[in-house]
């Protein structure tokens, strides 16, 4: 039987009671908030997760689009830029085209 996002969610806060500066588990831990769509969660741990790593670009989809979600539309252009950028300085030309496309759908 597949894990619940609820129980892989405590499953990933129990791996960052272990290690609290574990970059992947934060980056987990915002996609199981956003998955269970508790956005707020989802940024926060966002947040400390690109403190802790260079992201190539995936975050940001997750980032920006809980943002939006959440009415907080400059700072979800801006995560969907920063996407841009770090995806092209990775890259991930799919992945910067994609966001480009987000900015153009959603804010212009």
């Known amino acids: 039987m597949p894990i619940s996002p609820r129980e892989r969610l405590a499953s990933l806060k129990a791996l960052l009671e272990q290690d609290p500066n574990d970059a992947f588990v934060h980056y987990g831990v915002a996609d199981a908030y956003y998955k269970l769509e ?24 997750i980032w920006g689009h809980a943002l939006l979600r959440l009415g907080r539309m400059e700072e979800s252009r801006q995560a969907f830029e920063k996407g841009v950028q770090a995806a092209e300085r990775h ?18």
Do not use: S, W
């Open 38 to 61: 508790e956005l707020e969660k989802c940024v926060e741990h966002v947040a400390i997760y690109l403190k802790l790593a260079d992201d190539e670009g995936a975050v940001y989809r």
């Open 91 to 108: 890259n991930h030309p799919g992945m910067a085209e994609e966001y480009r496309d987000t900015i153009e759908q959603e804010f212009e």
